[in-house]
């Protein structure tokens, strides 16, 4: 019988198996001049310690992960995380869980200039993509990480802004006239009132460093949430991505805006549109009282979907997510060094 059920094992593939989820916080101190990056890393872990409720707050609830447990053995691929305008290293956990859970490191960082309490439209645009590249760099050369990831298998996830810096990561270029055109055509757009509500003259901004190519040629896949610059990506530089890319496309923006949208439509690459799901519905599901707190600042609208609705909303993008991957050849599991 002990024979019977271990050859039943051996034939049960390595990708059905579900790990426990491995936590880690650390500091990357001058990544680049005065530029730190505080980071959270998910991954998969065997350990059978009980997980912890991690990185919620007043307005979002958080994920269960275990502390500083021990990687699993063998290499999984990489994923980079980049969260939008005023996020955090944990906006997108709800998907890092759910990776890590199948067998992907996935490294978030919280980039100063566009995060949390510290989001300025004064911030060079480009320094969130180069801060992924760098990411990747100290992970590639650093103690156990390098020898647990799978460089054949590399890839970037990110939402609104950080939909933009993943494009960027895999080819997509912008320019300045472009940008500026985009803002004097469709001053409604939430990204050109930022800028205008603030002063920021778009048309002096230092063109050789927006137009610059910031191609990873390291990164095999990207994957943008309804990322923002739809509007200012060249459709040349979009045509020459030579890697996969799939765009998830909200159905609108916000409920006060209707049935606006950040332009997705400009992007050609494999597109799934989500009609049901909003611009916010890729960030984490909202406290109970979120919508109260949110609404003194005028920003209800980030959590007036139900819980129950943006969980689903999650679910369809992690199915979303996970089908590509495979369709991609990019097995969400470990592979033996």
């Known amino acids: 019988m002990r024979l019977f059920i271990y050859l039943v094992l051996l034939l049960i593939p390595v990708s059905g198996w579900s790990y426990s989820v491995g936590n880690r916080l650390e500091t990357l101190e001058n990544i680049s001049p005065q530029r730190d990056l505080k980071v959270r890393i998910f991954y998969p872990t065997t350990s059978n310690s009980e997980p912890q409720l991690l990185g919620g707050n007043r307005v979002f609830t958080g994920y269960k992960a275990i502390p500083d447990a021990p990687i699993a053995s063998g290499r999984f691929p990489l994923v980079l995380l980049s969260h939008g305008s005023g996020g955090n290293n944990a906006s997108l956990a709800w998907l890092a869980t759910a990776l890590a859970e199948r067998g992907a490191i996935v490294v978030a960082a919280s980039h100063p200039g566009s995060t949390t309490g ?60 472009r940008l500026t055109h985009y803002c004097e055509d469709m001053p409604q757009m939430p990204d050109c009132r930022f800028y205008k509500q603030n002063g920021i003259q778009l048309e002096k901004t230092d063109n050789a460093r927006l137009a610059a190519s910031y191609r990873d040629p390291r990164i095999t896949f990207a994957i943008a949430l309804d990322p923002g ?109």
């Open 118 to 177: 510290d989001s300025r439209p004064e911030t060079d645009l480009t320094l969130q993509t180069r801060d992924l590249s760098l990411m990747l760099d100290h992970y590639l050369a650093t103690g156990v990480w390098k020898n647990s990831i799978d460089v054949s298998k590399i890839g970037a996830i990110g939402h609104s802004k950080g939909g933009y810096s993943v494009l960027a990561l895999a080819g997509g270029l912008i320019n300045r006239q």
């Open 229 to 337: 610059m739809s509007y200012v990506l060249t459709p040349e530089s979009l045509k020459a991505i030579s890697i996969p890319v799939l765009t998830l496309a909200a159905g609108y923006y916000s409920r006060p805006t209707g049935k606006m949208t950040l332009g997705t439509e400009e992007i050609h690459t494999p597109r799934q549109i989500m009609p049901q799901a909003g611009h916010f519905d890729f960030l984490p599901v909202c406290q109970p009282t979120a919508e109260k707190i949110l609404a003194e600042e005028g920003e209800a609208f980030i959590c007036d979907t139900p819980a129950a609705e943006r969980e689903r909303i999650h679910q369809q993008t992690i199915t979303a997510v996970t089908e590509f991957l495979q369709q991609a050849g990019i097995e969400t599991n470990a592979t033996q060094p």
